[in-house]
């Protein structure tokens, strides 16, 4: 059996973790060929309207943010395609794991590199983890790169 690659998606959210990540994603887009989409998701912050009620409506900045991530995308898409010059860059608004999942099944990705933050035991009971949900639900194979700088702690 062959396994071919054509598309690898890079979930990429600016931290350590997730640049950790990139070389990984690189060296498998450049083995196979396959193209390599760098991809942040701008998660807003969410307040119920209960908890507003009664303030001034409060405004987001989202373009002039999404244009900052965008840059920051192609910086390092810049970076890297040096080392392989297939590289795309995309900024999408919403839920983390919920984007992520959509782009790999909508984009028909082969593989999925994204690094992982190895969260506090409840820090990861309250909030999750973006990389355990993309594994659960992702359409293809996840690759979850730990940083190495990271120090387990037993729960």
Known sequence: MQIQMQKI?????????S???I???????????AELELFHVLELPFLPPYATEGLPE?????????????????I????YGELHPRIAAKVVVGVPFVEIIKEARDGSFDM???????RSALRYMLMGSVAERVVRKSP???LSVKDPEHEFVMP
Do not use: N, T, W
Request: net charge negative; with cysteine; charged share 20%.
């Open 58 to 74: 409060l405004s987001v900045p989202v373009d002039a943010i999404r244009q900052q991530c965008e840059e920051q995308l192609r």
């Open 76 to 79: 390092m898409a810049e970076k």
């Open 112 to 118: 999925i590199v994204m690094g992982s933050h190895g």
């Open 9 to 17: 998606l890079c979930p990429v959210d600016f931290s350590k973790g």
């Open 23 to 33: 070389p990984y994603a690189v060296a498998f887009a450049k083995s196979y060929g």
């Open 19 to 21: 640049e950790h990540a």
């Open 140 to 142: 293809c194979p996840v």
